[in-house]
């Protein structure tokens, strides 16, 4: 397994007409996100949850389940002061040559609460784009490449990526009702990345 980017836990409105009004429009609707998501990110922190631990825990479960031994790296996230060139979700442009017998990449694109629009209808819902690369040992050659999505709600991977629907006990219609869920919304989140974690080693095999 190789480093993880750096990710933080974010709160999105998709489709906020804020973001089509220009620059006036667009610091408008950031005004108004900020302040949610800094709420978001103190309850996550309050309750020391930490997303990249928890897929840790469950990928590394669910692939020794099908015969599989992950070797991860410490520090888990790529120090700070090293360059990293990296393309779509936080995937490596090139990789090294390793000791193992191959290695995988897995970055994060949006992770966090999302909602579909401002509408009732588009409820904040724990949301999760994760990508995972398998190249071979000696860097040059692409295995598997898979990208799963917990609730689809920004549509640029339509067609490309495993769609999981959200678990409806973590669906919460404003922000007010998300804020009222306190510890809950964290628990929503721990089960987003742990359905994600499964859902990528499915597509593994179990080793013959």
């Given at each position: 397994?190789?480093?993880?980017?750096?990710?933080?836990?974010?709160?999105?409105?998709?489709?906020?007409?804020?973001?089509?009004?220009?620059?006036?429009?667009?610091?408008?609707?950031?005004?108004?996100?900020?302040?949610?998501?800094?709420?978001?990110?103190?309850?996550?922190?309050?309750?020391?949850?930490?997303?990249?631990?928890?897929?840790?825990?469950?990928?590394?479960?669910?692939?020794?389940?099908?015969?599989?031994?992950?070797?991860?790296?410490?520090?888990?996230?790529?120090?700070?002061?090293?360059?990293?060139?990296?393309?779509?979700?936080?995937?490596?442009?090139?990789?090294?040559?390793?000791?193992?017998?191959?290695?995988?990449?897995?970055?994060?694109?949006?992770?966090?609460?999302?909602?579909?629009?401002?509408?009732?209808?588009?409820?904040?819902?724990?949301?999760?784009?994760?990508?995972?690369?398998?190249?071979?040992?000696?860097?040059?050659?692409?295995?598997?490449?898979?990208?799963?999505?917990?609730?689809?709600?920004?549509?640029?991977?339509?067609g490309k990526a495993?769609?999981?629907?959200?678990?409806?006990?973590?669906?919460?219609?404003?922000?007010?009702d998300l804020e009222?869920?306190?510890?809950?919304?964290v628990s929503g989140?721990?089960?987003?990345?742990?359905?994600?974690?499964?859902?990528?080693?499915?597509?593994?095999?179990?080793?013959?």
């Open positions: 397994m190789l480093p993880f980017a750096k990710s933080e836990i974010d709160l999105l409105i998709v489709n906020n007409p804020g973001y089509n009004l220009g620059l006036i429009g667009a610091g408008i609707a950031e005004a108004h996100r900020l302040p949610k998501r800094n709420w978001l990110r103190r309850q996550v922190a309050s309750d020391g949850f930490d997303h990249l631990e928890v897929f840790r825990a469950r990928f590394t479960e669910a692939m020794q389940a099908r015969g599989y031994r992950l070797q991860w790296p410490e520090p888990l996230v790529v120090v700070k002061n090293v360059k990293v060139p990296r393309a779509t979700l936080g995937l490596r442009k090139s990789y090294r040559p390793v000791s193992s017998d191959a290695q995988m990449d897995i970055g994060f694109g949006f992770i966090g609460y999302a909602a579909a629009g401002t509408q009732d209808s588009a409820p904040y819902r724990p949301t999760v784009v994760a990508a995972a690369k398998l190249i071979s040992a000696d860097g040059k050659n692409p295995l598997f490449t898979e990208v799963v999505n917990y609730n689809e709600v920004f549509g640029f991977y339509e495993i769609v999981l629907q959200p678990d409806d006990a973590f669906r919460y219609p404003d922000f007010d009222a869920a306190g510890p809950t919304a989140l721990k089960a987003a990345f742990e359905a994600t974690a499964d859902k990528l080693a499915e597509q593994f095999g179990p080793v013959q």
